[in-house]
């Protein structure tokens, strides 16, 4: 879980690049859910807290392809006002991204951690290869499937060819590795394993008193906020899956933002990322320009209650932690999954 070395040697190696974290060079082991800031914990427990981290994001919080890739987003649609990105590319794709960047300037990256940069690093290549590769252990390993929504079946884009042509490449066309001429390693996955996933810090609390949601949102998190969210009453025969929604994250899409998440966590700064009480977290990645952007951030919670002994609560207290420069959030809520 480090950048390998091969990546790593200014004297024989191609792929180095000079514009990384010099604190994340090897043997740092990687964080998968890194905040500008962060204090470095020892590699074993990094290691633990990763496998954890990827546990939550792969099985947890990933049960259907739009939790994964996030919601459709079609020719038209006003993209300020999206309904959110996937769980992966979250995290620990976004992690990866500004983890790998020089923190030598924030507000004005030049590398691996800035949409418009990244690609100049290569490992940039490497790592959305490897995205690639989380997306075919999700359909091959844990039940997952491809949408079927033709628009994005018939999607394309205009790829040059070993003649130097332009061809048209469809994205029903490059669903099967296997038919692109290339699989992937058969290699352990650790965070397969049931026994990395977070265990609750501590079980069925009483819940300190927070305001409502009401009381407090439309608001900048500037600081740590915490609600007491109710919960919805299940009527009819829908999902019964809970999915919590943070509303109307308003940010400049230049910006680095983020943001950490937790459920009925009395002591935040008890927990950590292999504690049930850790949900995840919502950033982005600075673009080349400025535009306002809202968007949601969803966390599927059922499966989370129940590890907590929370099941028969009817009420719920979340916490955020921002991690950078503030965004305004409209609103928490929790609603069934449609
Ligand atoms: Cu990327």
Known sequence: MQIPSTYNS?????????????????????????????????????????????????????????DFF???????????????????????????????GTAVDQSNPIDMGALYSAARDP???????????????WLNNLGGSNFTDTDWLNAYFIFYNEEANPVRVRVKDCLDNTKLGYQYEDVPIPW?????????????????????????????LDKPISVIVKRPKK???????????IEGIEYDKRNYVKFNVFINEDNVNASRPNNTEFLGSFSNLPHGHRMTVK???????????????ARDYDKVLVTLIPKSSPVKINGIKIEFDS
């Open 192 to 220: 397969l394993d049931v026994s990395v996933k977070p265990k609750p810090r501590a079980k069925a609390k009483t819940l300190p008193s927070a305001p409502d949601p009401a009381q407090v949102f439309p608001t900048t």
């Open 10 to 66: 200014s004297v024989i190696s191609p792929l180095y690049n000079c514009f990384r974290n010099p604190d994340h060079l090897p043997p740092t082991v990687i964080d998968l859910d890194w905040s500008y800031g962060d204090k470095p914990v020892d590699p074993n427990t990094q290691i633990k807290y990763n496998l954890a981290i990827m546990y939550t994001q792969m099985i947890t919080q990933s049960k259907t392809p739009n």
């Open 70 to 100: 996030g919601k459709a987003y079609r020719a038209g649609d006003d993209i300020t006002t999206l309904d959110g990105a996937g769980q992966i590319e979250q995290t620990p794709h976004n992690h990866v991204h500004s983890w790998t």
């Open 235 to 245: 009527s009819g025969t829908g999902s019964s899956e809970e999915i919590l929604i």
């Open 295 to 309: 968007t949601n951030k969803k966390f599927r919670i059922s499966q989370v209650l129940e590890e907590l002994g």
């Open 123 to 137: 490992i940039f290549f490497a790592h959305h290869a490897n995205v690639d590769r989380m997306w075919t252990i």
